[in-house]
């Protein structure tokens, strides 16, 4: 069998597969066996099919991380805890031990939180959510 036909029916194989998924992956590396197979045409040692087959496809998956959400049209939000930063929270306890550490209120739930300079907190104040640390929200006061 002629290397062409080989890289063609291996394309064909990856691009079926990519028809599977919703990643990207499979159809770069589809893309890598095409190019393989327009240089089997002048390429009469298999090393250099197999290294421009490995290259190529390894490139497009690479450059294609980067494109791939644009390209399926998903939008990337914050997860989870990390959406909380920036919103305000409500003191709602205050530690007697550790004045800077309490509990808080944001978007309705109680969260354990901390001031980011060590300032203690104020019992109903209002503050803002700088940052996440574990279970932890640093608040500015």
């Not at 901390?114 to 700088?130: A, F, I």
């Amino acid at each position: 069998m002629h290397p062409v036909v080989w890289w063609v029916a291996t394309a064909v194989v990856f691009f079926i597969l990519e028809l599977t998924t919703a990643s990207f992956f499979f159809l770069w590396i589809g893309v890598g066996a095409l190019l393989t197979a327009v240089v089997s045409f002048f390429a009469d040692k298999n090393w250099i099919e197999y290294l421009v087959f490995a290259l190529s496809s390894l490139l497009l998956v690479a450059l294609s991380r980067r494109w791939a959400p644009r390209l399926s049209g998903k939008t990337q939000r914050p997860a989870n805890v990390d959406a909380l930063v920036g919103q305000t929270a409500v003191i709602t306890k205050v530690d007697s031990n550790l004045p800077s550490q309490g509990y808080a209120k944001v978007d309705g739930e109680a969260w354990k939180v901390e001031s980011e300079d060590r300032q203690p907190l104020t019992l109903g104040g209002k503050t803002q959510v700088m940052a996440v640390r574990g279970n932890v929200l640093v608040v500015k006061i």
